[in-house]
Nanobody
Framework: QVQLVESGGGLVQAGGSLRLSCAAS????????MGWFRQAPGKERELVAV?????????HADSVKGRFTISRDNAKKNTVYLQMNSLKPEDTAVYYC?????????????????WGQGTQVTVSS
């Protein structure tokens, strides 16, 4: 069974950057499209970005477009990344990576088969 582990979260000032990583153990991520979601206190979990199984196709939510970039390294590190630049206080949330067994990846959380435990991102103003 593939397990997902996120890392890279932390406290950063507005305008700063963080890079989140999602590593797999017990299997390969190359069999999955991958998504990053986030959930702020009192709010529903929302999609941040999706990358296809091959890495050839990506989607970013309007709220992060131009600031965040999803990428993956299937060959060497079996890892998915979320580069977050120009962070804003409203980006504060727990960020989760998730694996979807389809090739292109869904925009809906309920379609994802596997989830990591989450990593906290806090952006101070």
């Amino acid at each position: 069974q593939v397990q997902l582990v996120e890392s890279g979260g932390g406290l950063v000032q507005a305008g700063g950057s963080l890079r989140l990583s999602c590593a797999a153990s017990g299997g390969t991520l190359s069999n999955y499209a991958m998504g990053w979601f986030r959930q702020a206190p009192g709010k529903e979990r929302e999609l941040v970005a999706v990358i296809s199984r091959s890495g050839s196709s990506t989607y970013h939510a309007d709220s992060v477009k131009g600031r965040f970039t999803i990428s993956r390294d299937n060959a060497k590190k079996n890892t998915v990344y979320l580069q977050m630049n120009s962070l804003k206080p409203e980006d504060t949330a727990v960020y989760y990576c998730a694996a979807d067994s389809t090739a292109w990846g869904s925009r809906y959380a309920y379609d994802y088969d596997l989830w990591g435990q989450g990593t906290q991102v806090t952006v101070s103003s």
